[in-house]
């Protein structure tokens, strides 16, 4: 019998603190149905994919591969490292490869040499680099040490014989993606709808228009976009909610779509109504993630009112920055607000959010222009304003000496959310790399900016006050100026708030590296039978959970206390007193509004009746809290309690995500759940209407860039 060539392929996730979910490896999926259709003698090949750590180790353990390959991205660069250095102890003949667009096009040379266990990276297009590697390999030719000088198109080594780096064609790529075969329609990912952990994912495009300098979709080489057919991408979607249907597990109901510009091609219309049209017959999906076309017009909100009950974040319009030298800076350019003004009116008709991210860090913003550009998409009442540090990420134009010296930029690291485990003895810790200084803002000023970040998260994106910033954003009063107030009383406070406060700029100051070796060492060590790395969380939700579970009394007064300071700034002293009553009522109905989940834990949580001045329910759902309040008073009476769909959703994330700590399950619901899914329902008293959510996951938005 012919010894077959067994590879491994590998697109990782860390699954040591976090059950996911995680996506299909589509990307293996492609490598693997190339292969096996252009390869002279499929037959003889065994290619085998993972997406666990544990899984590959017992499997490189038990029966070494010929080929190991893994996928390189910011969130499992240590972790594949690992791999790598185990297989080459345990089997010093595998040949050991990497690709992906974690990958820095420059000091190639130092790149291999810093990592002796890697063969070859497959750099680009990976289905050409992947096949030519496995052609080589089979003909007895794959030899990194040779004296001949060989080079392969899509990939690049180290040849130790010559000492020079080779490198073949980088540049092509596929006109007609239809030469990849579907690795969804030929059955090769069959395995993975088995995971509930797992999401499906289909790209039906590759490549982006846009040179955004932070991003690896903004080389040039992905300049054009490419399509997948309209048939095929229509039989993919139709193929998974078939095998949803036929399941008797059923798997995510997520749908992850990959491409970078959801709604720019007419054809999205179509794709969207299938997606539709599955949701409908199948119930699959229930929820999908896209990134949207960035110029969001008239077509992109059709698409979105197509998907409109599988969309929990609504339309996104990613501005990331509001300021115009930074987005030249950037080589971005944005739809005008006064343009986004018009098609908001729209978006508002089809009953529709909006979503938008502003990247803090960027190279040439100041502090002031960060501040000024909150203000304005709080002004446009964007639903969600999602902020997140500016990451150098590996593959993109800012990540390269030139661009880093002409902006001064410098940088730190910093663990990665649940980027950490011990696998099979290996200890992985990930790592980020953030931007904490530029030419125009101090590593100060950045780190100032970063309660700023965490309050705009927990008052307005994650909802907990966000009836009191609207009801102050009538009053004339910003939430960012209305935040920037509250951080000026606290970092004087002597209360329990401004410890609070203390303990957040703690930590926001302590939880960086010089270099991920220094990060690396620091929390692998193993304290009281536990991975340093376990400790750290995210400051956003982590906070978040600290004032809703221990401080919303605190909380209540410090609102109220600082509402005085931020009207006395713009009205006589009347206007508090006047507005005294109301305010401190739509404070209450924030802390009241909020479910306790060791309540449901202990199964204690009781229904409550409470009088209220305004009816925020629906005021918040009639005009998205932009109508004039006074239209909502007369005292109300407002029901709070759990609808059944509702506890169940929440039951359902806790036996998901079953930590001890309620804090960490608190965590976790914060980004799995829908945002109104931790609130009660609310019911007045006399009127049927009541406001029960009926959204079923947050969209994966919230696997969050948020810090
Ligand atoms: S950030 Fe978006 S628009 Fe810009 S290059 Fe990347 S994918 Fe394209």
Same mark, same amino acid.
């Given at each position: 019998m012919v010894k077959k060539i067994k590879v491994y392929l590998g697109s990782m996730s860390h699954n040591y603190a976090c059950n996911g979910p995680f996506t299909h490896p589509l990307n293996l999926g492609y490598l693997s149905s190339y292969a096996m259709k252009y390869f002279s003698k499929p037959d003889e090949l065994d290619i085998r994919l993972f997406v666990y750590p544990n899984d590959i180790l017992d499997e490189i353990n038990s029966d070494p591969p010929d080929i190991l390959g893994l996928a390189s991205y910011t969130w499992n660069d240590n972790l594949n490292l690992q791999i790598l250095q185990h297989v080459k102890k345990v089997s010093p003949n595998t040949v050991t490869i990497m690709g992906g667009p974690n990958f820095n096009n420059y000091n190639l040379e130092e790149y291999f040499l810093k990592r002796p266990y890697l063969d070859y990276y497959i750099v680009n297009q990976g289905e050409t680099g992947f096949l030519n590697l496995i052609n080589s390999y089979s003909e007895g @030719?794959?030899? @990194?040490?040779?004296?001949e000088e060989i080079s392969m198109d899509n990939v690049a080594f180290y040849n130790t014989f010559n000492k020079k780096v080779c490198i073949g064609d980088i540049s092509k790529r596929y006109k007609e993606l239809d030469v990849i075969p579907s690795p969804i329609l030929d059955g090769t990912l069959d395995k993975f709808f088995k995971d509930k952990n797992l999401i499906p994912i289909i790209e039906t495009m590759r490549g982006c228009p846009y040179t955004c300098t932070y991003c690896a979709w903004g080389d040039d080489w992905l300049r054009a976009s490419n399509r997948f057919s309209l048939e095929r991408v229509i039989s993919e979607i139709e193929y998974i909610a078939k095998k949803f249907v036929s399941s008797k597990n059923k798997f995510n109901g997520y749908l992850y779509l990959a491409d970078s510009n959801f709604g720019m091609h007419r054809r999205d219309a179509e794709i969207a109504s299938k997606i539709r049209e599955c949701h409908d017959k199948y119930n699959w999906p229930s929820s999908i993630w896209a990134t949207w076309a960035k110029n969001s017009n008239e077509k992109v909100i059709e698409i979105a009112s197509i998907l409109k009950p599988l969309l929990q974040a609504g339309v996104t319009i990613a501005y990331e920055s509001l300021d115009e030298k930074t987005l030249e800076n950037v080589r971005r350019a944005n739809i005008s607000l006064e343009k986004f003004n018009k098609v908001r009116e729209y978006i508002k008709s089809k009953g529709l959010k909006t979503h938008t991210d502003v990247i803090l860090g960027l190279p040439g913003e100041t502090k002031d222009t960060y501040l000024n550009g909150l203000r304005k998409v709080t002004d446009q009442k964007f639903d969600q304003v999602v902020t997140f540090n500016c990451r150098l990420l590996g593959g993109t134009e800012m990540n390269t000496p030139t661009y880093i010296e002409k902006h001064g930029i410098k940088t730190k690291y910093r663990m990665l959310t649940q980027g950490y485990g011990i696998y099979r003895g290996i200890k992985s810790v990930e790592n980020e790399e953030v931007i904490l200084s530029t030419s125009t803002m101090s590593q100060d000023e950045i780190i100032l900016m970063r309660p700023v970040n965490w309050f705009l998260y927990l008052f307005w994106n994650n909802g907990y006050y966000v009836e009191f910033m609207k009801y102050m954003q009538q009053l004339g009063i910003n939430p960012i100026d209305f935040i920037l107030d509250l951080m000026d009383n606290l970092k004087n406070s002597k209360d329990k708030m401004g410890d609070l406060f203390a303990e957040f700029m703690k930590e926001s100051e302590e939880e960086w590296y010089n270099s991920p070796e220094e990060l690396y060492k620091d929390n692998s060590q193993i304290i009281d039978g536990k991975l340093k790395a376990e400790n750290f969380a995210k400051l956003n939700a982590k906070y978040t959970s600290k004032v809703v579970f221990g401080f919303k009394e605190e909380m209540s007064k410090k609102l109220l206390e600082v509402s005085q300071k931020s009207i006395n700034k713009i009205f006589d002293k009347d206007m508090f007193e006047n507005k005294k009553d109301e305010i401190r009522d739509v404070i209450n109905f924030c802390s009241e509004k909020s479910i306790n989940i060791s309540e449901i834990r202990e199964k204690k949580l009781n229904n409550k009746h409470k009088y209220f001045i305004y009816d925020y329910p629906k005021w918040l759902k009639k005009d998205n809290g932009e109508a004039d309040i006074q239209k909502y008073n007369g005292g109300i009476n407002i029901n709070f309690y759990l609808s059944k769909e509702k506890l169940n959703r929440i039951s359902e994330a806790m036996e998901i995500h079953n930590y001890k700590d309620i804090y960490e399950v608190h965590m976790k619901l914060i980004e799995v759940l829908h945002t109104d899914d931790l609130f009660y329902d609310t019911k007045t008293d006399g009127s049927d209407s009541t406001t029960i959510s009926t959204a079923k996951d947050k969209g994966i938005t919230n696997w969050s860039l948020e810090s």
């Amino acid at each position: 019998m012919v010894k077959k060539i067994k590879v491994y392929l590998g697109s990782m996730s860390h699954n040591y603190a976090c059950n996911g979910p995680f996506t299909h490896p589509l990307n293996l999926g492609y490598l693997s149905s190339y292969a096996m259709k252009y390869f002279s003698k499929p037959d003889e090949l065994d290619i085998r994919l993972f997406v666990y750590p544990n899984d590959i180790l017992d499997e490189i353990n038990s029966d070494p591969p010929d080929i190991l390959g893994l996928a390189s991205y910011t969130w499992n660069d240590n972790l594949n490292l690992q791999i790598l250095q185990h297989v080459k102890k345990v089997s010093p003949n595998t040949v050991t490869i990497m690709g992906g667009p974690n990958f820095n096009n420059y000091n190639l040379e130092e790149y291999f040499l810093k990592r002796p266990y890697l063969d070859y990276y497959i750099v680009n297009q990976g289905e050409t680099g992947f096949l030519n590697l496995i052609n080589s390999y089979s003909e007895g @030719k794959l030899d @990194k040490n040779s004296k001949e000088e060989i080079s392969m198109d899509n990939v690049a080594f180290y040849n130790t014989f010559n000492k020079k780096v080779c490198i073949g064609d980088i540049s092509k790529r596929y006109k007609e993606l239809d030469v990849i075969p579907s690795p969804i329609l030929d059955g090769t990912l069959d395995k993975f709808f088995k995971d509930k952990n797992l999401i499906p994912i289909i790209e039906t495009m590759r490549g982006c228009p846009y040179t955004c300098t932070y991003c690896a979709w903004g080389d040039d080489w992905l300049r054009a976009s490419n399509r997948f057919s309209l048939e095929r991408v229509i039989s993919e979607i139709e193929y998974i909610a078939k095998k949803f249907v036929s399941s008797k597990n059923k798997f995510n109901g997520y749908l992850y779509l990959a491409d970078s510009n959801f709604g720019m091609h007419r054809r999205d219309a179509e794709i969207a109504s299938k997606i539709r049209e599955c949701h409908d017959k199948y119930n699959w999906p229930s929820s999908i993630w896209a990134t949207w076309a960035k110029n969001s017009n008239e077509k992109v909100i059709e698409i979105a009112s197509i998907l409109k009950p599988l969309l929990q974040a609504g339309v996104t319009i990613a501005y990331e920055s509001l300021d115009e030298k930074t987005l030249e800076n950037v080589r971005r350019a944005n739809i005008s607000l006064e343009k986004f003004n018009k098609v908001r009116e729209y978006i508002k008709s089809k009953g529709l959010k909006t979503h938008t991210d502003v990247i803090l860090g960027l190279p040439g913003e100041t502090k002031d222009t960060y501040l000024n550009g909150l203000r304005k998409v709080t002004d446009q009442k964007f639903d969600q304003v999602v902020t997140f540090n500016c990451r150098l990420l590996g593959g993109t134009e800012m990540n390269t000496p030139t661009y880093i010296e002409k902006h001064g930029i410098k940088t730190k690291y910093r663990m990665l959310t649940q980027g950490y485990g011990i696998y099979r003895g290996i200890k992985s810790v990930e790592n980020e790399e953030v931007i904490l200084s530029t030419s125009t803002m101090s590593q100060d000023e950045i780190i100032l900016m970063r309660p700023v970040n965490w309050f705009l998260y927990l008052f307005w994106n994650n909802g907990y006050y966000v009836e009191f910033m609207k009801y102050m954003q009538q009053l004339g009063i910003n939430p960012i100026d209305f935040i920037l107030d509250l951080m000026d009383n606290l970092k004087n406070s002597k209360d329990k708030m401004g410890d609070l406060f203390a303990e957040f700029m703690k930590e926001s100051e302590e939880e960086w590296y010089n270099s991920p070796e220094e990060l690396y060492k620091d929390n692998s060590q193993i304290i009281d039978g536990k991975l340093k790395a376990e400790n750290f969380a995210k400051l956003n939700a982590k906070y978040t959970s600290k004032v809703v579970f221990g401080f919303k009394e605190e909380m209540s007064k410090k609102l109220l206390e600082v509402s005085q300071k931020s009207i006395n700034k713009i009205f006589d002293k009347d206007m508090f007193e006047n507005k005294k009553d109301e305010i401190r009522d739509v404070i209450n109905f924030c802390s009241e509004k909020s479910i306790n989940i060791s309540e449901i834990r202990e199964k204690k949580l009781n229904n409550k009746h409470k009088y209220f001045i305004y009816d925020y329910p629906k005021w918040l759902k009639k005009d998205n809290g932009e109508a004039d309040i006074q239209k909502y008073n007369g005292g109300i009476n407002i029901n709070f309690y759990l609808s059944k769909e509702k506890l169940n959703r929440i039951s359902e994330a806790m036996e998901i995500h079953n930590y001890k700590d309620i804090y960490e399950v608190h965590m976790k619901l914060i980004e799995v759940l829908h945002t109104d899914d931790l609130f009660y329902d609310t019911k007045t008293d006399g009127s049927d209407s009541t406001t029960i959510s009926t959204a079923k996951d947050k969209g994966i938005t919230n696997w969050s860039l948020e810090s």
